[in-house]
């Protein structure tokens, strides 16, 4: 009775996922999210001191990034569009902090632990690299990567889920 139980389940397949378009997508959202993570932990530790009470959510930011990098290496197509919401807004305070951190460089300004100039640099990396983040990550959620079709096991043609 078992064996007729597990012999009778469908099987579940992804065709986009087995895309050569989808798996590259996916590897360069990873990636770009893991540089992007990068760069805002360096820019948060070079400029811990003058942060003034930014530094806790910047540190998330780090963190909820890595954790969609992990979701996204799962194929979850639920964050992507979160995933881009947040870029526009890490582009957002990019724009603005460009511009601060090199006046920051002037005479009579505190020093972070890496030179303000430099800080203002990696943040202005940071601003199209936030911009290409959302341009792939909303390519990434066209993909469709949460198509599915069952198939029975002695079915030919997969039918589409929920039919």
Known sequence: MAQEYVAREPII???NRDKSSSKTMR????FMLLIS???ILVIT???WEVLQGLTVLCLAWVAIYLLFAYYVGRWNRGVLPVVAALAIIMAIFGLIAVPVWFDRDAVGFEQPALDAGLLGTLTA???PLQLLLLLVAMQ???QGWNVEFERWEHDEDPAP???
Not at 27 to 30: A, K, T
């Open 140 to 142: 990434g959620f066209n």
């Open 125 to 127: 990396i940071l601003v």
């Open 27 to 30: 590897v360069v959202v990873i």
């Open 37 to 39: 993570a990068a760069l």
């Open 45 to 47: 530790i070079g400029g």
């Open 13 to 15: 397949e992804h065709p």
């Open 161 to 163: 889920a929920g039919t």
